[in-house]
């Protein structure tokens, strides 16, 4: 959001001597017109701001299930369960200024953002579950991202049905404050079926967005020439929508 460019270039018109354009019919239609649309587009953004519904912990579902990937088998996903993900690393990279390689005691040191939300998945289920971890805006802020940077993709451990899980946001829900980098479910490090040891949270988006046994994060240009180009799993898969906000 260049806003502040944005404003100046159009203060810069008004200055320049348009009170006789704003007067005239067509001056005050076009002013009409580009007031609508800032209105519009304010409105819009401040929509894909707003906050998701929070929960009090006693609507916690006492069971969260698990969906998709539940038990990822391939690489050295077991052997990392098997160790506890004494050795897990997260990785932020792509178009950064400073690529961060994390371990979980990394992240567990960071400040910590704790939500009850509603988990709503497509196939018709929805659990409500407290998250705990950092902020991804931290990450980002921490790495910073290039200017070119226009969506952040989520890169996964599990491989389901011969392709690697992923998934991608534009920068508005990357720094939604609560979209955040999830290690603990109710209290608990994550387990295994919910994508342990780490999955994205991204409240206003739909189930399929929340990369679970997330390995790394990765700002990018563009969509284009990730996988199938669709910007996710399912995207490229099944048609799912891109844009799954809620
Ligand atoms: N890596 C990975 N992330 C994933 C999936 C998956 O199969 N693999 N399934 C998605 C779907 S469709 C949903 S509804 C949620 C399910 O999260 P849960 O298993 O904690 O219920 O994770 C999403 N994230
Ligand atoms: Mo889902």
Redesign the pocket.
Known sequence: MKRRGFLAVLGAGFVAGCNKFADSDAGSKLLGAAEKWHKNAHEFLMDRKALAPEFPRSAISPF???????DPQNGDYPAQAEAGFADWRLEVRGLVEHPLSLSLENIRKLPQRTQVTR?D?VEGWS?IGEWTGPQLSLLLDTAKLRPEAKYIVFR?A?N?NGQD?YESVDLIDAYHPQTIVAHELNGEPLPI???APLRMRIERQL??K????LTAIEAVASLDDIAGGKGGYWEDRAGYQWYAGI
């Not at 969260?64 to 539940?70: A, D, E, I, L, Q």
């Not at 929340?210 to 046994?213: C, G, P």
């Open positions: 969260f299930r698990g969906n998709g990937s539940v988990h998945c659990a996964c599990d389901l899980y079926r919910n994508g189930g399929y929340h990369a679970k046994y």
